[in-house]
């Protein structure tokens, strides 16, 4: 069997602001294998954006022990991290090539290299043709691709994205759940996607994590055996319905 690329084991987070603690992740034990799409999903405030910053190493836990890779294959979360937030949080006074740049000029990667990394990853998500355009003018979605592109710049080994098609209209999400597997697909990530969306986290995860609030609590760790390559015919598959119908019963929603 492949060594996990992730292993969590009863990892807990406990928030203390002013003289109260708040246990905000009970317990957490999953593993991610190298190239898997794990979607983690749940209610808001069970604790998902609190798991992805403990993954990403931007806030300690208290409880258990998080491994990410291997003496063999060693990680440095500042070098092998990217993120994508539910909003593209692009520099508005940056073109698009420079805001994809941004994360090599910070790590003070070669620039040369980097810009052709950058236009063929703007490729990658559809926006050739826009690398000198600002932000303003790009729709939502095509902000979030440029976000994309810019978690991929260095090369990360690791892709943690928090709820990125949150923001956008039904239609432009399901547009980017197609877009973000083609993107997986070739490039071969490891990525843990944080969604609200049960029927999203079927359609994208290789592995579906479900998180349950009051105080977070993983209650399922279910593995999706449904075929790669996906497409939406995949959403009138019966096994499909099986797994949202399970998701659904263990978040209480019937
Ligand atoms: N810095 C903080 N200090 C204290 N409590 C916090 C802090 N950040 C989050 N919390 C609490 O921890 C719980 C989990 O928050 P978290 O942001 O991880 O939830 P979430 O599952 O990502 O929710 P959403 O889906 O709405 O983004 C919430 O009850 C929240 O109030
Ligand atoms: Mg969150």
Same mark, same amino acid.
């Given at each position: 069997?492949?060594?996990?690329?992730?292993?969590?084991?009863?990892?807990?987070?406990?928030?203390?602001?002013? @003289?109260?603690?708040?246990?905000?992740?009970?317990?957490?034990?999953?593993?991610?294998?190298? #190239?898997?799409?794990?979607?983690?999903? #749940?209610?808001? !405030?069970?604790?998902?954006?609190?798991?992805?910053?403990?993954?990403? @190493?931007?806030?300690? *836990?208290?409880?258990?022990?998080?491994?990410?890779?291997?003496?063999?294959?060693?990680?440095? $979360?500042?070098?092998?991290?990217?993120?994508?937030?539910?909003? $593209?949080?692009?520099?508005?006074?940056?073109?698009?090539?420079? %805001?994809?740049?941004?994360?090599?000029?910070?790590? #003070?990667?070669? +620039?040369?290299?980097?810009?052709?990394?950058?236009?063929?990853?703007?490729?990658?998500? !559809?926006?050739?043709?826009?690398?000198?355009? &600002? $932000?303003?003018?790009?729709?939502?979605?095509?902000?979030?691709?440029?976000?994309?592109?810019?978690?991929?710049? *260095?090369?990360?080994?690791?892709?943690? +994205?928090?709820?990125?098609?949150?923001?956008?209209?039904?239609?432009?999400?399901?547009?980017?759940?197609?877009?973000?597997?083609?993107?997986?697909?070739?490039?071969?990530?490891?990525?843990?996607?944080?969604?609200?969306?049960?029927?999203?986290?079927?359609?994208?995860?290789?592995?579906?994590?479900?998180?349950?609030?009051? $105080?977070?609590?993983?209650?399922? %760790?279910?593995?999706?055996?449904?075929?790669?390559?996906?497409?939406?015919?995949?959403?009138?598959?019966?096994?499909? !319905?099986? &797994?949202?119908?399970?998701? &659904?019963?263990?978040?209480?929603?019937?």
């Amino acid at each position: 069997m492949t060594e996990p690329f992730i292993r969590l084991d009863g990892v807990s987070k406990t928030y203390r602001t002013r @003289g109260k603690e708040f246990l905000a992740v009970s317990e957490a034990s999953f593993d991610v294998a190298p #190239g898997e799409l794990v979607a983690l999903v #749940g209610p808001s !405030g069970c604790g998902k954006t609190t798991l992805l910053k403990a993954l990403a @190493g931007l806030h300690g *836990h208290d409880g258990g022990t998080l491994r990410i890779g291997s003496p063999e294959h060693p990680f440095d $979360p500042a070098r092998d991290i990217g993120m994508v937030f539910q909003q $593209p949080l692009l520099l508005k006074w940056r073109r698009i090539l420079d %805001n994809v740049l941004l994360p090599a000029e910070i790590l #003070g990667l070669p +620039m040369t290299e980097s810009r052709g990394r950058a236009r063929d990853l703007l490729a990658l998500v !559809g926006l050739t043709g826009f690398e000198d355009k &600002y $932000p303003y003018e790009l729709s939502g979605g095509m902000q979030q691709r440029a976000a994309i592109a810019r978690a991929l710049i *260095h090369d990360p080994k690791l892709v943690l +994205m928090d709820e990125p098609f949150g923001a956008l209209d039904a239609l432009t999400r399901d547009k980017m759940n197609l877009e973000l597997l083609r993107i997986w697909a070739q490039s071969r990530k490891t990525i843990v996607f944080v969604t609200h969306g049960i029927t999203e986290a079927v359609f994208l995860g290789t592995r579906v994590i479900v998180l349950t609030a009051g $105080p977070a609590r993983m209650a399922d %760790n279910i593995v999706i055996d449904l075929p790669h390559p996906r497409s939406f015919d995949l959403r009138t598959h019966e096994r499909f !319905g099986d &797994y949202t119908r399970r998701i &659904y019963r263990l978040l209480g929603i019937e």
